[in-house]
């Protein structure tokens, strides 16, 4: 299926590794062309190069920490200057600290809400004038986690800001949605990238096991006994992303193997 992403521009958060770095690929590979950040210049460098190199495709590469506001700032300004419109805009950012509600500080709760939540607020308003200038509308998607379906022990910050983060964005989908602008949210379960090994060493280190041992009960939880390939997200995010996928807003998609047993 010929997606319709030739020539479009597609903005990634968080794009040097893991989920981000799978999803530009994606979307390069259909034909895209890309705007990526991440907060070290060296590897998101090397992940335009290797994008560029293996699509073909045009690769701008920016600096910048989304937890930061003039850091999204500048990161839309370079997208401005480099395209001047955007189509996607695919949010992204790691792993808020992990800990319980008394491990927790007042500094690490705001630190979580700019990253989490305020870095969406951020992008939306700088990159939906971009979209604005096309005409014909855009997509945004927002990775979460399967904390906002079924909160994980251990990650307080995570399950309350993403919880936040899905109020926000359903109510974008209705005030962005007659201007053709979409907005939905994945809902990612266990995917094998850095930021999941990190907390599998983290709980077996707590839990006095090994991370193999983490990784297998997480498996035998899970409908398909195995965590998902990052590529396998980044189908269904270019899916969604393009025209194909016209209909769909105010959606929140979960994208686990099985993992989450609720019914909605």
């Given at each position: 299926m010929d997606l319709g992403l030739q020539g479009r521009v597609a903005v990634v958060a968080a794009a040097s590794e893991g989920l981000g770095y799978a999803a530009a690929r994606a979307l390069a590979a259909e034909g895209a062309r890309l705007a990526i950040c991440s907060r070290r210049a060296d590897a998101i460098e090397r992940a335009a190069r290797s994008i560029g190199e293996a699509t073909g495709a045009e690769v701008l590469a920016v600096t910048a920490d989304v937890s930061r506001a003039q850091d999204v700032a500048r990161l839309v300004e370079a997208v401005d200057r480099r395209y001047g419109q955007v189509d996607v805009l695919v949010t992204n950012a790691g792993g808020p600290r992990v800990g319980t509600f008394?491990?927790?500080s007042d500094a690490d709760w705001?630190?979580?809400f700019d990253l989490l939540v305020m870095s969406v607020v951020r992008m939306v308003r700088g990159f939906v004038p971009l979209m604005r200038k096309t005409g014909r509308g855009g997509s945004i998607l927002a990775l979460t986690s399967y904390s906002l379906k079924e909160p994980i022990s251990g990650l307080m910050l995570s399950n309350t800001m993403r919880a936040a983060l899905a109020g926000l964005l359903k109510t974008l989908s209705q005030e962005l949605g007659g201007e053709g602008i979409r907005v939905n949210v994945i809902v990612q379960g266990r995917f094998d990238t850095e930021r999941v090994r990190e907390l599998d060493r983290i709980r077996a280190q707590r839990e006095g096991i090994t991370p193999e041992q983490v990784v297998r009960r997480y498996a035998d939880q899970i409908a398909l006994r195995r965590?998902?390939?990052?590529?396998?997200?980044?189908?269904?995010?270019?899916?969604?992303?393009?025209?194909?996928?016209?209909?769909v807003t105010g959606a929140a998609l979960t994208i686990d193997g099985g993992l989450v047993k609720g019914l909605l």
């Open positions: 008394f491990e927790l705001q630190a979580a965590y998902g390939h990052p590529d396998e997200l980044a189908r269904v995010i270019a899916f969604l992303a393009s025209d194909a996928a016209s209909y």
